[in-house]
């Protein structure tokens, strides 16, 4: 089945897509960035690298550390990071249902097997 991926590319030199917000989502689940980023197959250094990039492209942060106390510290989203995931969410599932005759459309062009390109 085709599917829709969504990356947007901001005004500012930014882009978010199905990647970060996935990563985003995976924080929210865990409360930590490295396990987030291990369960999407990534080091820690590459996570942290993406929430920054993130942190970053905004007015406002999406992540924040959360100080330790008897648990020991961690990570979570910020209002504006939910925020961020549900607008993105939102803008992908409008696609997905605007487009959907067009992508049934494009489906139902294609061949049966993968292209391959002749070597000259």
């Given at each position: 089945m085709t599917r829709l991926t969504l990356r947007l590319d901001f005004a500012n030199g930014s882009q978010i897509g199905p990647g970060?917000?996935?990563?985003?989502?995976?924080?929210?689940?865990?409360?930590?960035?490295?396990?987030a980023g291990r369960s999407m197959g990534m080091s820690?250094?590459?996570?942290?690298l993406l929430v920054d990039q993130i942190n970053r492209a905004f007015t406002q942060p999406a992540v924040t550390g959360q100080t330790g106390g008897s648990g020991g510290?961690?990570?979570?989203?910020?209002?504006?990071?939910?925020?961020?995931?549900?607008?993105?969410?939102?803008?992908?599932?409008?696609?997905r249902a605007t487009n959907a005759a067009a992508l049934a459309r494009l489906e139902g062009m294609l061949g049966t097997g993968p292209i391959q390109i002749d070597e000259v």
């Amino acid at each position: 089945m085709t599917r829709l991926t969504l990356r947007l590319d901001f005004a500012n030199g930014s882009q978010i897509g199905p990647g970060k917000i996935r990563l985003l989502e995976a924080i929210a689940a865990t409360g930590s960035i490295a396990a987030a980023g291990r369960s999407m197959g990534m080091s820690y250094r590459r996570a942290w690298l993406l929430v920054d990039q993130i942190n970053r492209a905004f007015t406002q942060p999406a992540v924040t550390g959360q100080t330790g106390g008897s648990g020991g510290g961690g990570t979570a989203l910020t209002d504006w990071g939910r925020e961020l995931v549900a607008l993105y969410r939102e803008v992908e599932t409008e696609s997905r249902a605007t487009n959907a005759a067009a992508l049934a459309r494009l489906e139902g062009m294609l061949g049966t097997g993968p292209i391959q390109i002749d070597e000259v």
